[in-house]
């Protein structure tokens, strides 16, 4: 049996989140090692199915975000994450390197990113001083062989990250940057989890990318043909509709241009007046 339907951006990360939250690994470390919740929108819809909705807003819970026509950071004043360590199905106070250095065989790191391919690469992008969360975490995770997840959308599809990365290249080699100028890590050694491998693992159910994109909200949406047992199609169907469909945009939170740190950005430092009209709107 075939389904043919469409996910908004938002939808597809409720879709992954709840794939997310019902694989075998995660159960582990949540049952008796570290799970380990970096920032960004998409771990808050995993973070909001561990702890509810009520205070977490995934547009808040991030540094870097593509919102309002540009890459860009949000402002530090406006950020209000998740709890990002958890130890045996509880809140830890420890940070991302502390519960990294108390070792634990089944310990779960989850990192979303920026780009995906089909070769089995994410892009993470880096446009801070330090390089952000990833040098903090890659190597211990690398190191001990812990169990590295990355939810992302197939609205972040490219044709390679490795080409992606590479045009990139970073901030001292761009000359124009009409937001972040950022950087590209690339890591081919993450377990990915797009909506196709969600549907996978919750219904056995092997869907196909068969387009993206739209308008009137349905930017960045994707569409899938799904088949599968008639048994489970149905129950596929059944959850969209109950769980999935109707999902709520994420709000943006553009950062604020007269304070921003980020210099090489052609808007840093100007006062919302001396902004272009398409940043007004």
């Known amino acids: 049996m075939k389904t043919v339907f469409t996910l908004t951006s938002a939808e597809s990360r409720r879709l992954i ?3 997310v939250v019902a694989m075998p690994e995660f159960k582990k470390a949540w049952e ?16 909001q199915e561990l702890l509810g909705r009520d ?31 958890f130890y045996k199905g509880e809140k830890s106070d420890k940070t991302l390197v ?21 070769n089995g690469y994410v892009g993470i992008i880096t446009s801070g001083f330090d390089g952000g969360t990833v040098p903090r975490i890659i190597g211990p995770v690398t190191s001990k062989g812990l169990k590295f997840i990355t939810p992302v959308g197939l609205e972040k599809l490219v044709p390679s990250v490795q080409a992606s990365a590479k045009a990139l290249g970073g901030a001292t ?3 124009i940057s009409m937001g972040a100028d950022p950087g590209m890590y690339c890591i081919g050694t993450s377990t990915i989890v797009t909506e196709i491998e969600a549907i996978k693992m919750l219904f056995n159910a092997d869907a196909t990318l068969v387009c993206c994109g739209g308008v009137g909200g349905n930017e960045g949406a994707v569409t899938l ?10 129950a596929l169907v059944e959850f969209l509709e109950t769980e999935i469909k109707g999902e709520p945009p994420v709000k943006g ?29």
């Open 173 to 175: 080699h761009i000359d």
């Open 253 to 281: 939170n553009k950062g604020i241009c007269e304070v921003c740190r980020y210099k090489f950005c052609r808007y840093c430092g100007k006062k919302a007046e001396e902004l272009p009209a398409w940043m007004k709107k």
């Open 55 to 85: 205070g977490i807003e995934p547009g808040r819970c991030t540094v870097g975000i593509s919102t309002d026509g540009l890459l860009c950071v949000t402002n530090p004043d406006s950020r209000k994450s998740f709890p990002n360590v």
């Open 98 to 118: 502390e519960a990294l250095a108390d070792f634990h065989a089944d310990t779960v790191v989850i990192k979303g990113a920026n780009a995906v391919d089909m």
């Open 32 to 47: 008796s090692a570290y799970l380990l919740l970096a920032g960004g929108t998409t771990n808050a819809f995993i973070a």
């Open 17 to 19: 989140a709840k794939a």
């Open 225 to 234: 043909a799904v088949d599968g047992d008639e048994k489970d199609i149905k």
